[in-house]
């Protein structure tokens, strides 16, 4: 069964870097079919979509994050990564990473549980 | 502000039927296949609907999806008080070149 487990700096002063990792394991990190993504929640809000990465390293990225962010795939690890720069209280939140099953409309079938970052000097 | 509009919240009682809208445009729900994800607090979001209206293994036959031009709904028959989440709405927006997912509604059961 397939799991994902994220972790990372849980907290981030502002202005710095936030790096996440996510985990996989339990199923093939390079199957076809397959994408991944990453998530977040600010506290007591709703879902907000970060980015796709696809098996070619192709991105897609939120535009109102684009210019900060970046996901990348390490394939000899079966982990994927997040980067986002210059961050403010408004990162705060739950980041989320999930799988994207491309044949499902590109549906986020699994999830990892969430890791809390928070921005705070 | 969401680029999918859906209500707030939305109540019922046991045995009932609710249905959760979830309002877009041409670029998204118009043109993209919709998806619907249920969210117990201080968990991770789990997929109910993908591609409208087909079911992932496990999800009862009781949720269903559906799509009307740039609108889409999930409906919940016979209401149970393991129900009582957070659902949320996703698609592709094609001018954005972005998913978005929907503001979120609560489903109370009363």
């Known amino acids: 069964q397939l799991q994902l487990q994220e972790s990372g700096s849980g907290l981030v002063k502002p202005s710095q870097t936030l790096s996440l990792t996510c985990a996989v394991s339990?199923?093939?990190?390079?199957?076809?079919?397959?994408?991944w993504s990453w998530i977040r929640q600010p506290p007591g809000k709703g879902l907000e979509w970060i980015g796709y990465i696809y098996q070619s390293g192709t991105t897609y990225y939120s535009p109102s994050l684009k210019t900060r962010v970046t996901m990348s795939l390490e394939g000899s690890k079966n982990q994927l990564s997040l980067t986002l720069r210059s961050v403010t209280a408004a990162d705060t939140a739950v980041y989320f990473c999930?799988?994207?099953?491309?044949?499902?409309?590109?549906?986020?079938?699994?999830w990892g549980q969430g890791t809390m970052v928070i921005v705070s000097s | 502000q969401s680029v999918l509009t859906q209500p707030p919240s939305v109540s019922g009682t046991p045995g009932q039927r609710v249905t959760i809208s979830c309002s877009g445009s041409?670029?998204?729900?118009?043109?993209?296949?919709v998806k619907w994800y249920q969210q117990v607090p201080g968990t991770a979001p789990k997929l109910l609907i993908y591609n409208n209206n087909q079911r992932p293994s496990g999800v009862p036959d009781r949720i269903s999806g559906s799509n009307s031009g740039t609108s889409a709904s999930l409906a919940i028959s016979g209401l149970q008080s393991e129900d009582e989440s957070h659902y949320y709405c996703e698609a592709w927006d094609d001018t954005l070149s972005a998913s978005v997912f929907g503001s979120g509604t609560e489903v109370t059961v009363l």
């Open positions: 339990g199923g093939s990190f390079k199957s076809g079919g397959y994408s």
């Open positions: 041409s670029s998204n729900i118009g043109s993209n296949s």
């Open positions: 999930a799988r994207v099953n491309l044949e499902m409309g590109r549906a986020l079938d699994t």
